[in-house]
Nanobody
Framework: VQLVEPGGGLVQAVDPLRIYCAAS??????????MGWFRRPPGKEREFDVA?????????YADAVKLRFTISRDSASESVFLLQMNSLKPEDTALYYC?????????????????????WGQGTQVTVSS
């Protein structure tokens, strides 16, 4: 599976931004795959943001983005999902990665064991100015 994250860019603090993840490769359906987003802030380690299983109706958000970020599927495509980011802060500046796994359900393991996740995108830069 190949994951590509179009979107990203420069926004001002408090502004919203939506980034996308498009999957290709083997037969892929976001409904039956556990999908998620991570970030890597400048000079820091990779951090977990959110993971979701639509088929199992399970979502797990990191506290830092809960109530501000929303993960969802693209209604027009079975292989695209997106991250709606609201009330952005300068500290949200990071390289954002989408990730996918066929079996690892959303839970703290997405944050503590990212090496278990099978597929990763290359990342898209989001910069939030103050």
């Amino acid at each position: 599976v190949q994951l590509v994250e179009p979107g990203g860019g420069l926004v001002q603090a408090v502004d919203p931004l939506r980034i996308y993840c498009a999957a290709s490769g083997r037969t892929f359906n976001t409904y039956h795959t556990i999908m998620g987003w991570f970030r890597r802030p400048p000079g820091k380690e990779r951090e977990f943001d959110v993971a979701i299983s639509w088929s199992r109706n399970i979502t797990y958000y990191a506290d830092a983005v809960k109530l501000r970020f929303t993960i969802s599927r693209d209604s027009a495509s079975e292989s695209v999902f997106l991250l709606q980011m609201n009330s952005l802060k300068p500290e949200d500046t990071a390289l954002y990665y989408c990730a996918a796994d066929p079996a690892l359900l959303p839970s703290p393991r997405w944050a503590t064991r990212p090496e278990l996740i099978s597929d990763w995108g290359q990342g898209t830069q989001v910069t939030v100015s103050s």
